[in-house]
T-cell receptor, first 113, second 118 residues
């Protein structure tokens, strides 16, 4: 079946640094989503991408839908302590049902003040 | 954004008992609700999709007789774990979405329910 490779698995950075994480898939997607999950909570949608090449920002977060439709990245600029959490990418394939989101394994972000 | 709640937030039960988890959309009508489970340090795995007033569609490998899903109203779906065993211990998360202008909106997730079966 389809797989999503999300990297890096974890990051430990200094406050103020920029962060970059990405996801790649074995097949094309028509939707890429980025979520953040805090411990013991459900995921919160950060950014949704629907077109190849689309670049979207949400505050200090920027995400892009890769031209090949097989990858996406998320950047966080000037990280702050509250950025700590697990970031998941999720994708939906063409023809897939709305519920058929495939999730990456997550990137755990730790920020040192 | 839309708010989805879950109850209880955590539950501990004895092996062999049944546990019901509720998922509610608080400020919108959710035509479709989804149930996921998440093991520690793992990603979310879709268990089933439920549409209001109809039977749930289960993902391959998910036992429908063990994980009973009811979506009786546009704001409430329930997941009942029947005859729970320790291997059912997990974090169960629901999400909800609604149809708008002919398409299904993105899912909003609940805060999750931590189930521990002793």
């Amino acid at each position: 079946g389809q797989q999503l490779n999300q990297s890096p698995q974890s990051m430990f950075i200094q406050e103020g640094e920029d962060v970059s994480m990405n996801c790649t898939s074995s097949s094309i997607f028509n939707t890429w989503l980025w979520y953040k999950q805090d411990p013991g909570e459900g995921p919160v949608l950060l950014i949704a991408l629907y077109k190849a090449g689309e670049l979207t920002s949400n505050g200090r977060l920027t995400a892009q839908f890769g031209i090949t439709r097989k990858d996406s990245f998320l950047n966080i600029s000037a990280s702050i302590p509250s950025d700590v959490g697990i970031y998941f990418c999720a994708g939906r394939s063409p023809g897939g049902s709305q519920g058929n989101l495939i999730f990456g394994k997550g990137t755990k972000l730790s920020v040192k003040p | 954004g839309a708010v989805v709640s879950q109850h209880p937030s955590w539950v501990i039960c004895k092996s062999g008992t049944s546990v019901k988890i509720e998922c509610r959309s608080l400020d919108f009508q959710a035509t479709t609700m989804f149930w996921y489970r998440q093991f520690p340090k793992q990603s979310l795995m879709l268990m089933a999709t439920s549409n209001e007033g109809s039977k749930a569609t289960y993902e391959q490998g998910v036992e429908k007789d063990k994980f009973l899903i009811n979506h009786a109203s546009l704001t409430l779906s329930t997941l009942t774990v029947t005859s729970a065993h320790p291997e059912d211990s997990s974090f169960y998360i629901c999400s909800a979405s609604q149809w708008t202008s002919g398409s299904l909106n993105e899912q909003f997730f609940g805060p999750g329910t931590r189930l521990t079966v002793l």
